[in-house]
């Protein structure tokens, strides 16, 4: 089974995650993405939904126009977990 982070554990992690935005309410990651425009967006959406099924963890994202919000949670394991933290890095190798 797959566990949360502790404290130690998340603060480590997101010192990593310079990008990401710790959301307490939902013990998940954050991170707003914008490009040029709609096609750009959606483009990055797929790449990430690619790498989300081979990993099978997806992310929980909206998207407007030519920004993607992404939310980075584990829901069996009950909030943040090293699966998220994962993500999150091969996620931004798509745009940094």
């Given at each position: ?25 939902r ?24 790498m ?12 407007v126009?030519?920004r ?29």
């Amino acid at each position: 089974m797959i566990e949360a982070l502790n404290e130690q554990e998340r603060a480590d992690a997101l010192d990593g995650l310079p990008d990401w935005d710790y959301d307490d309410a939902r013990d998940a990651i954050t991170r707003s993405f914008t490009f040029e425009n709609f096609s750009e967006a959606f483009a990055f959406m797929t790449q990430v939904a690619l790498m989300a099924e081979k990993a099978d963890h997806h992310p929980e994202w909206s998207n407007v126009y030519n920004r993607v919000d992404v939310l980075l949670t584990t829901h069996d394991a009950g909030g943040l977990s090293a699966r998220d933290v994962e993500m999150a890095g091969q996620i931004d190798t798509l745009v940094d």
